[in-house]
């Protein structure tokens, strides 16, 4: 699996495990252990979103960071196959 795959597929790993997350401090608001692994996923996620899109360009529109030209159009995007 190449470098890009691999972060692909940890951001998909983060999305999921901050999602059930929510879910979980949504009915536990004063869980504060649950609120520290949000918190390091989180930062963690953030981690690989900016490596990815320092070294393969943004992964959507918002990750935007060139200031000469609207790059987000580029592709390949992350979701085509060609991208994985």
Request: overall charge neutral; hydrophobic content about 35%.
């Amino acid at each position: 699996m190449n470098r890009r795959a691999q972060l692909t597929n940890l951001i998909q790993k983060y999305d999921f495990a901050l999602y059930d997350l929510m879910l979980y401090l949504d009915t536990h608001t004063q869980c504060r252990e649950a609120l520290a692994l949000f918190r390091k996923y989180q930062e963690q996620r953030e981690k690989a979103v900016r490596e990815y899109v320092s070294r393969f360009g943004p992964m959507q529109a918002l990750h935007q960071q060139n200031d000469q030209e609207w790059d987000w159009g580029k592709g390949p995007y992350p979701w085509e196959k060609e991208a994985n």
